[in-house]
Nanobody, 119 residues
Framework: QVQLVESGGGLVQAGGSLRLSCAAS????????MGWYRQAPGKQRELVAT???????NYVDSVKGRFTISRDNAKNTVYLQMNSLKPEDTAVYYC?????????????WGQGTQVTVSS
């Protein structure tokens, strides 16, 4: 059974940094893409960043230059380094993994970790 466990969230002042971790219970190389989403109160969940097995990354415009996604295959962990945090980054952050099948794909989600940025 696939489990994704996030950690590293917390309360930080604007301009500060946090690093989120997502530890998988399986070998992460089985996932075609992994990433981070976030959901703020009253808003829809949005994509923050993704990374493929080949190491290609993608970011939502609002975090480009501030956030960095990375993966450590030996530790089966994906990270999100968040710098220059802003109050609008406040949200619950979710780890996501997708595995393509012969037909369709499987999605996996973590339970989420709260990030709160104070002004």
């Amino acid at each position: 059974q696939v489990q994704l466990v996030e950690s590293g969230g917390g309360l930080v002042q604007a301009g500060g940094s946090l690093r989120l971790s997502c530890a998988a219970s399986v070998i992460i190389s089985r996932f075609n893409v992994m990433g981070w989403y976030r959901q703020a109160p009253g808003k829809q969940r949005e994509l923050v960043a993704t990374i493929t097995t080949g190491g290609f990354t993608n970011y939502v415009d609002s975090v480009k230059g501030r956030f960095t996604i990375s993966r450590d295959n030996a530790k089966n962990t994906v990270y999100l380094q968040m710098n220059s945090l802003k109050p609008e980054d406040t949200a619950v952050y979710y780890c996501h993994a997708r595995q393509w099948r012969a037909v369709g794909y499987d999605n996996y989600w973590g339970q989420g970790t709260q990030v709160t940025v104070s002004s």
